[in-house]
């Protein structure tokens, strides 16, 4: 009756337990014993007392502890402590897009059989619907809650992946929510909030429903390319590119979901192991963030860098390293094996230990894992019903529908009307198939809806598969059959892409084309096809090139479904019939192939290098021509906007103290550094309204994207051209070089030559010309960024008022070539759709009070 999922208690103590639920509240049905502080003996304990506060409950758990007991805690399965009455724990258990069993902390089976399995997150990022992402948070961890009650999971979920999409290549792009810091900060923060959902507790430690963990930390998004594995990469990386790119939702994820842990990764950074960097660990995730939470390493990182990256030369060094860094937790048995004779050879103190388990403790006590029988307390409740529920099966599907993305959509050929069809084609790799849809990092779903089984439900469907499988290769491809069904139809569907074979945790992909013969079949399908609608169905995480689909006429439209979850199948048919008008955008730029010929992998630099011809990573920076942008998606309906309310000037104020250095007569500098100014009072609202001017009705996602001002310099009182580099960038300071310019170039007000100038910020011309933005490459700040976006559902013929807020000091602001955060002083020009809008970014000083 009592199962048993990972911990290991005493006979005799799951018996009293027994006993106690039995004859105590008999009317809770429970299947997991306490897993501490369960028995009589809490009574005499004071880290038991849940009136304490939890940093006394975990001193004084410390002080009990052995040397050798302390050893065993310090990794992923933590052994019991039995004579304190503490059962062992299994830390690592995943939640990724549903409640998985990737980690050995969860277990399916009895009556937790499945749980609900959502969207693929890079899917789910498409939605740019920050309340979905909470919810689905909210979902998971009751889920998650039910089965550590069942025995079947784990409290400590090592997730949500939140590296940036730096590379369309990399297997694991599916996982994360793509190439924006500021969106994938956004995801991070409220998907740990909804997973999380702390809320109550004592002396700034609040309860936690479960705990999440922001991973992996960081500038870690390569798995294995050109030999290159991620065990063994060392990712050169600069300080700007970290500030302003890599770290961004690791800090959003601790600072604003206030995750309660950080997982650093196999790589290196800069030469040293994420693991072993007290730069990184202790200085910024725990000071500077303020982490209140565990660092756990990714699984066998020690032993990575130790055996693999050969970086210390014995064990014990790489637990002194590694502690001493910071971490806290070991997934794997490193710790355990080598700690004890780390401590003998003083490599290591027993306080070193200590901090790293008062920070493991501290949250297995905001769980309320020390506070007697989970039957009784918060969460205590849920069991079975609340896995699965319907409620919970329609979130799925919902996310799905909100996530998908209509690419392109010619002569408005979708939505098809079911009415005028007698029978649809439906084809391809991807058309019938039920694992593909919940990607990598699932748990076994509820049940599925495949493509086909979703098409069925509104038409009469012929089907064929066209390939034996999504690699598609070969002779012996069941093309022609496809071709014949496509040529009888009065519509195909045909659904292509990739699965877990072809782009995963350890695989890369080399190419974006579509696999194997995948764009044979397109291709032979749309030329058979009776001249009725063709629609490509995208399955896949990453990008894909599918130029030639998007430029062949007989192609009707392309949809982009992600890894939609477990009822993707119902979703894709939703849009493509209409049922649900498409608002997803895209979180990632897709990439020509020529990309992916030309860029290594390795290569972390996110902003262009024309000398060198690298363009440059993500629609910040990069240069090139796209398949599509990031933010691309089309609906059913067209929408009109027009400003509100948005400010033509905003104040910059900074901390009382800080002054701009040298400020000049006109009050104006070029960059305030973001920690000198009031970030809090920073919020600009922009208020736009949409208008749906179609029949149906939709969702629509406003974007705000801005261009950072150039040139608005006004003090130059000499003639010619001042070139400023970005590392020169210093608040109020004056132009440090005067730069001879080519005379062919002085003909132009605005430089057109980007090689020239791709390792300049802007100049400035005579005060009394008008400045003009320099186009082409620039080293400093990105040629766009998004600074705020948000979902609204307008109804045909309505107008809804949108209230944005821009964070001046997230989205107006850079990191200059020392890391330094500044917020640029001068225009910043927003586009909004094809909406065109100019803030003034000026400094304004504050009053310093005078002393009473
Ligand atoms: C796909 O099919 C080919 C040919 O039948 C086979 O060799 C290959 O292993 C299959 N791939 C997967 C991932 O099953
Ligand atoms: C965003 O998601 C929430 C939660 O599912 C949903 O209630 C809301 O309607 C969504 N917003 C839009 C505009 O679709
Ligand atoms: C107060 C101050 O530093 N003012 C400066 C403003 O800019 C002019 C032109 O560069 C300088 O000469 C002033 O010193």
């Keep these: 009756m009592l199962k048993m999922g990972n911990t290991r208690p005493q006979r005799r103590r799951l018996l009293l337990v027994a006993f106690l639920l039995v004859t105590l509240i008999a009317a809770v049905e429970s299947s997991r014993p306490a897993f501490a502080c369960g028995g009589p003996e809490a009574a005499g304990m004071r880290f038991c007392n849940r009136d304490l506060p939890i940093k006394v409950r975990v001193r004084d758990l410390i002080g009990r502890l052995e040397t050798e007991e302390k050893i065993r805690l310090l990794v992923n399965n933590a052994a019991p402590v039995p004579r304190l009455g503490i059962g062992g724990y299994e830390w690592w258990s995943e939640a990724l897009h549903g409640i998985s069993d990737t980690g050995p902390g969860v277990k399916f089976g009895g009556d937790f059989p499945g749980a609900t ?101 960081t500038a870690y998004d390569l798995d294995n390319w050109h030999g290159v594995d991620r065990f063994h990469f060392n990712a050169k990386v600069s300080k700007q590119d970290l500030e302003d790119t890599f770290e961004v939702p690791f800090k959003a994820c601790v600072m604003e979901g206030k995750a309660a842990s950080i997982m650093c990764s196999y790589n290196q ?55 001493k860094a910071g971490l806290d937790l070991d997934c794997g048995p490193f710790l355990a094996q080598y700690t004890g004779s780390a401590i003998q050879q003083g490599k290591v103190s027993i306080s070193d230990v200590d901090n790293a388990l008062s920070n493991t403790l501290t949250v297995q006590m905001r769980l309320g894992m020390f506070n007697g029988d989970p039957a009784t307390q918060p969460y205590g409740n849920l069991g079975p019903k609340d896995v699965c529920s319907p409620a919970h099966q329609s979130l799925a599907l919902e996310a799905a529908r909100q996530g998908i993305v209509l690419l392109k959509n010619h002569r408005h050929a979708l939505p098809l009307r079911p009415s005028t069809l007698r029978s649809v084609a439906v084809i391809g790799p991807n058309s019938d198939v039920t694992t593909t849809m919940i990607g990598n990092y699932a748990g076994n779903p509820c049940g599925y809806i495949t493509p086909l089984q979703g098409i069925n439900r509104y038409v009469r469907t012929v089907h064929q598969t066209g390939c034996i499988n999504v690699s598609c290769f070969g002779p012996n491809q069941p093309i022609d059959s496809a071709v014949n069904a496509a040529r009888q139809a009065d519509a195909v569907i045909v659904l292509v892409g990739l699965d877990q074979s072809l782009e995963a945790e350890t695989i890369d992909r080399d190419s974006l084309l579509l696999p194997g013969r995948q764009a044979e079949l397109v291709q032979k399908a749309a030329a058979a096809s009776s001249g009725g609608p063709v629609v490509v169905v995208l399955i896949s995480g990453g990008s894909l090139d599918i130029s030639f689909a998007r430029d062949d006429p007989r192609v009707s439209a392309i949809v982009w479904a992600g890894y939609p979850g477990q009822s993707g199948g119902q979703a894709i048919a939703d849009v493509v019939f209409g049922a649900y008008n498409p608002g997803g955008r895209l979180p990632m730029t897709w990439y020509p192939q020529a990309f ?26 990069y240069t090139g021509p796209v398949v599509y942008p990031f933010g691309h998606g089309l609906s059913y309906s067209k929408f009109s906007y027009s400003i509100a309310q948005a400010p033509a000037t905003f104040a910059v104020r900074l901390s009382v103290g800080r002054q701009p250095a040298a400020a000049n007569s006109t009050g104006s500098v070029r960059t305030v550094r973001v920690n000198h100014a009031r970030c809090d009072d920073l919020i600009m609202p922009v208020h736009v309204d949409v208008t749906n001017l179609g029949d149906l009705d939709g969702v629509h996602t406003v974007l705000v994207f801005s261009r950072p001002p150039i040139g608005s310099e006004r003090w130059v009182p000499q003639r010619n051209f001042y070139l400023v580099r970005c590392k020169d960038l210093e608040e109020g300071s004056v132009l440090p070089k005067k730069v001879q310019i080519p005379s062919f170039l002085k003909k132009y007000r605005v430089f057109q030559k980007t090689q020239y100038l791709h390792f300049l910020t802007y100049f400035c011309l005579k005060p009394n010309l008008p400045l003009h933005p320099v186009k082409g490459p620039n080293n400093c700040s990105p040629q766009r960024q998004l600074v705020a976006f948000e979902k609204v559902h307008v109804a045909s013929g309505k107008t809804i008022r949108v209230k944005l807020g821009v964070d001046v000091c997230a989205g107006l602001s850079f990191a200059d070539n020392h890391g330094t955060r500044r917020i640029l002083i001068g225009d910043h020009n927003f586009e909004i759709g094809d909406l065109a809008h100019t803030v003034s970014l000026q400094v304004q000083r504050e009053m310093i009070p005078d002393p009473v």
Excluded at 279 to 295: A, D
């Design 269 to 323: 950074v800069n030469g040293i192991p994420t693991c072993a960097n007290p730069n990184l660990l202790l200085n910024t995730v725990r000071t500077q963030w303020g982490l209140n939470g565990y660092i756990v390493t990714d699984c066998d990182s020690i032993a990575v860098f130790y055996n693999d990256q050969h970086y210390t030369a014995t064990p014990e060094d790489a637990v002194a390293i590694a502690l």
């Design 596 to 621: 992916a010929d030309q860029v290594p992998m390795t290569e972390m630099g996110m902003r262009s290098d024309p000398a060198r011809g690298y363009p440059g990573r993500s629609y910040r920076f």
């Design 117 to 217: 399995s959502f969207p693929q997150v890079i899917l789910a990022a498409a939605s740019f619907n920050a309340s979905l992402w909470e919810r689905i948070g909210r979902v998971v961890s009751d889920e998650g809650r039910a089965m550590y009650n069942g025995g079947r999971a784990g409290l400590t979920f090592w997730s949500p992946n939140v590296n940036i999409y730096r590379d369309p290549r990399w297997g694991r792009g599916q996982e994360t929510p793509g190439e924006d810091p500021i969106l994938a900060g956004k995801y991070a923060a409220h998907y740990v909030r909804g997973l999380q959902q702390a809320s109550g507790g004592r002396s700034g430690h609040l309860h936690l429903k479960v705990a999440a963990c922001c991973k992996h930390y």
